[in-house]
Nanobody, 126 residues
Framework: QVQLVESGGGLVQAGGSLRLSCADS????????MGWFRQAPGKEREFVTA????????YYADSVKGRFTISRDNAKNTVYLQMNSLKPEDTAVYYC???????????????????WGQGTQVTVSS
């Protein structure tokens, strides 16, 4: 029902920007809360940000507030992660995820999400 495909990762210098995209091939994209997680080598999967079904409400981890922006275009079945002022500690594999939970009960825990993309590598050099 939900198949997520991520793109836009790559190598960037500290202070630079990248925009990640996550496209869904399904037909019920607008009914899902969407989130982004990341996982660095040897570390646990970490919550980055989430967005409500309508795109009106967003929530960010403290580590990315003021630098990252999540958005969605339901007409295009796509969620985006605009990453500015990138730091070396942002280096990780970034995963797009979808959950059938309501936004009000959305969790920052990875296991509360139903569907996952394949991940895209983001590397930030100093």
């Amino acid at each position: 029902q939900v198949q997520l495909v991520e793109s836009g990762g790559g190598l960037v210098q500290a202070g630079g920007s990248l925009r990640l995209s996550c496209a869904d091939s399904g037909r019920t994209f607008s009914s899902y809360v969407m989130g982004w997680f990341r996982q660095a080598p040897g570390k646990e999967r970490e919550f980055v940000t989430a967005i409500s079904q309508s795109g009106i409400s967003t929530y960010y981890a403290d580590s990315v507030k003021g630098r990252f922006t999540i958005s969605r275009d339901n007409a295009k079945n796509t969620v985006y992660l605009q990453m500015n002022s990138l730091k070396p500690e942002d280096t990780a594999v970034y995963y797009c995820a979808a959950t059938s939970r309501s936004y009000g009960s959305a969790s920052t825990d990875w296991y509360t999400y139903n569907y996952w993309g394949q991940g895209t590598q983001v590397t930030v050099s100093s």
